[in-house]
C-alpha cells in the first residue's frame, strides 16, 4: 500500500505531501510516512491504534473541528454560510 502512496505521488508530480489516515489507513500512512521521511511534512493518525488517544487534548481539538465541519449541510448552504460555519466551529486557522 506504501509502494501505491509512493508511485501515485510520483505519477501527479507530488514533492511533499502531509499524509493521513483512519484505523488501519493511520497505520499505513504512519508506515509510509517513515520509509520516506523525505517526501512527507507530516501525518495525521485518527484512532490508529493501538493506543486510546481520545482523552489527549490534540485528539479532542481535531474531533471537535471534525464535527464541527460534519454538521455543515452542504446542500443548503452557500460557499459563504459553510465558510462562516467553519470560521465559527473550527477557531484554529490553520485547521480551518
Partial sequence: MSNDIMRFMDEKKITYATIGGH???AKV????????MDRFTGVISLE???I????HEAY???AS??????KINL???DVNQAL????????????A
Fill in 48 to 50: 490508529g491504534g493501538p
Fill in 75 to 77: 446542500e443548503a448552504v
Fill in 65 to 70: 473541528y471534525i464535527k464541527a465541519a460534519a
Fill in 29 to 36: 500512512a504512519a508506515a509510509t510516512a517513515i520509509s520516506n
Fill in 60 to 62: 479532542q481539538e481535531l
Fill in 84 to 95: 462562516k460555519a467553519i470560521d465559527q466551529g473550527i477557531p484554529c486557522k490553520k485547521w
Fill in 52 to 55: 486510546n488517544h481520545m482523552y
Fill in 23 to 25: 484505523g488501519f489507513g
